[in-house]
């Protein structure tokens, strides 16, 4: 079993920039792929970024690629989302997810455990 707690979210005007954090609890941290996804009002939970274990290798959304980076560190048992440039369509909430394998996926379906999420909002 693993606990998720997100935090770091607000409020923030276009082109600003905010860093989220997701601490992890419970079983091994460094055995979870980690990732940050969004949901909007009315849309489905999308993929943002992933991050793998061991030699952590990334993957993003086009729509955040160059805007937005994921890392994790292991010693705090915890992921951070470092956005930039925010636009206002990144407005959402945010969750952190992990899944306990080594392959970095999109699905939020494969996903096992999950935050409470936390709101970004981006003013135009």
């Known amino acids: 079993q693993v606990q998720l707690v997100e935090s770091g979210g607000g409020l923030v005007q276009a082109g600003g920039s905010l860093r989220l954090s997701c601490a992890a609890s419970?079983?091994?941290?460094?055995?979870?792929?980690m990732g940050w996804f969004r949901q909007a009002p009315g849309e489905e939970r999308e993929f943002v970024a992933g991050?793998?274990?061991?030699?952590?290798?990334?993957y993003y959304a086009d729509s955040v690629k160059g805007r937005f980076t994921i890392s994790r560190d292991n010693a705090k048992n915890t992921v951070y989302l470092e956005m930039s440039s925010l636009k206002p369509e990144d407005t959402a909430v945010y969750y952190c997810?992990?899944?306990?394998?080594?392959?970095?996926?999109?699905?939020?379906?494969?996903?096992?455990?999950w935050g409470q999420g936390t709101q970004v909002t981006v003013s135009s």
């Open positions: 997810a992990a899944k306990y394998t080594t392959v970095l996926d999109t699905p939020a379906r494969n996903y096992d455990y």
């Open positions: 419970g079983r091994t941290f460094t055995s979870y792929v």
């Open positions: 991050i793998t274990t061991g030699r952590p290798y990334s």
